[in-house]
């Protein structure tokens, strides 16, 4: 009896796996843990906050959570050195393509702490991002923090735009 071995994708919600003859890539979270903080958090995996040191060899994200600008080349499956993963259906809840699950996960009081606060301290010291890539990880973070946990960051969120048009204005 041949026994399948291959990847999961560890995205909330989606149900992509890789055997030997599948076609989608994956890809292992970075070995840079704040790196690795980073696509946590936008793919809606707070619970493995808790295992930071296994995080790359552990656990991967299939190619469908990056933009077409986030790969190398046309084939998809190498990654720009600071891609990161920017496409969740399901966490968006309108997709056909991925399964609908619910993680038992329930944050702790640092999910709720200012999100400008959590990115300074969580991505910004050793993730050597533009000024312009740090506003959009924070929008990000802003709309799924909100949808998540059902809170109200629109000052927040207006604030980011702000900044937004400022760096594009430059």
Known sequence: ?????????????????????????FFSLPKDIPRARTWIIASGREDLLQDLENLHSSYRLCGAHFEKNAFQNNLRNRLHKHAVPTIFPAMEGTSTAFDHTYSAFVPNQQYFQPWKEHLQHSIIPTVHLSQLQFVQVQLLYIKQMSRRFNLNLEQDREEALKLLDSISSD
């Open 1 to 25: 009896m041949d026994r399948k071995t291959g990847h999961n994708c560890a995205a909330r919600g989606c149900k992509n796996r890789r055997y030997h003859t599948g076609k989608e890539s």
